[in-house]
């Protein structure tokens, strides 16, 4: 059993990507025309529990609501766009982390999600 394990998880690793350092963006190619890839996203979405603050059916963008990860903490939200044949995902997140020392103030701001 071990070894059949290892025959077929072997050649997926094998073909799995390298995230780049400082990657910010997810790009997926496919065949879909952008009107199908908004309609996938939208129900995929929708599907996995997030809400979508934006939807603009015209320019095929997506904004999800901020949403807290399933482990740590924080929010993130992501931004998404459906072109011909690709799909651009990219996101904001903050740590929810905000520090307060001798009257001087550190708030809380998004920042570009990266690897």
Known sequence: MKLFLC?????IVLFAQ??????????????????DNFDLIVK?????????DIKDPETFII??????????HG????NIRAIDKGIHISG???????LSLNGV???DSY????A
Request: hydrophobic share 35%; aromatic share 10%; with cysteine.
């Open 63 to 72: 904004k999800t609501e901020p949403k807290k990860p399933l482990k740590g």
């Open 44 to 52: 995929t979405l929708l599907d996995n529990d997030y809400f979508i």
């Open 18 to 35: 390298d995230i780049p350092k400082g990657a910010s963006k997810i790009i997926i190619n496919n065949e879909l025309s952008a009107k």
């Open 105 to 107: 103030n550190s708030t």
């Open 92 to 98: 904001m997140w903050k740590s929810g982390i905000e």
């Open 111 to 114: 920042c570009k999600s990266s």
């Open 75 to 78: 929010l993130y939200y992501m």
């Open 7 to 11: 025959l077929v998880i072997f050649p």
